[in-house]
């Protein structure tokens, strides 16, 4: 089935570890986001990539890093995890890039405690 | 600054009409998109506006005013399904998406 996968779904984290969230994407989008949710706000963009072999920073970037090795992977690290990343990330893809629509998967719920 | 402002929570009767209003101060405009999220699960995407006017889909349209940084997406018939928060989000002279809190829709039969 075509679409956007993203493991764990939910995830404890003890505070100070490292923890890579994964992103696959089988739909050969050219773009690729990541995204937090925090009650209350909006989509947050941490970090995104145009195209495989570039990545760029948003609005939230820091503490979080990202690498976009090839065309189907995107995955986030947070390299030392702080109670503030508690939040619910979403990977979201897009076939043209910035200017097409954006499709999401299905999120990932951490909790640094 | 940026900003999108949209309601934080309405409430409509199954069967009726609602409209739940975008306003947004964003530098430059690329395009404005809604996006239905139910609670628990990933934003899907509804609906896409770049000119002034209405775009009908169904029982869902969404209405543009670039002059007024002005938009409202209009659900028809409400059905128990629709209960679901709605996004607003606006791409930005850099194309990037600036994206409103959500406006929770509670239908109640």
């Known amino acids: 089935i075509a679409g956007i996968t993203q493991a764990p779904t939910s995830q404890i984290l003890a505070a100070g570890r490292r923890m890579t969230l994964r992103c696959t994407q089988d739909?050969?989008?050219?773009?690729m986001y990541w995204y937090r949710q925090d009650l209350g706000l909006g989509l947050r963009l941490i970090h995104y990539s145009n195209t495989a072999g570039t990545t760029g920073k948003g609005e939230v970037p820091d503490g979080y890093s990202v690498s976009r090795a090839n065309t189907d992977d995107f995955p986030l690290t947070l390299a030392s995890a702080v109670p503030s990343q508690t939040s619910v990330y979403f990977c979201a893809s897009s076939a043209a890039g910035a200017t097409d629509t954006q499709y999401f998967g299905p999120g990932t719920r951490l909790t640094v405690l | 600054g940026q900003n999108i402002d949209q309601p934080t929570e309405m409430t409509a009767t199954e069967g009726a009409i609602v409209q739940i209003n975008c306003t947004y101060q964003?530098?430059?405009?690329?395009?404005l998109f809604w996006y239905q999220q139910h609670a628990g699960e990933a934003p899907t995407f509804l609906s896409y506006?770049?000119l002034d006017g209405l775009e009908e889909k169904g029982r869902f349209s969404s209405f543009l005013s670039r002059s007024k940084g002005y938009s409202y997406l209009l659900l028809k018939e409400l059905q128990m399904k629709d209960s679901a928060s709605y996004l607003c989000a606006v791409q930005d002279s850099n194309y990037q998406l600036i994206w409103g809190a959500g406006t929770k829709l509670i239908i109640k039969p």
């Open positions: 739909m050969r989008h050219n773009a």
């Open positions: 506006n770049v």
């Open positions: 964003t530098s430059g405009f690329n395009g």
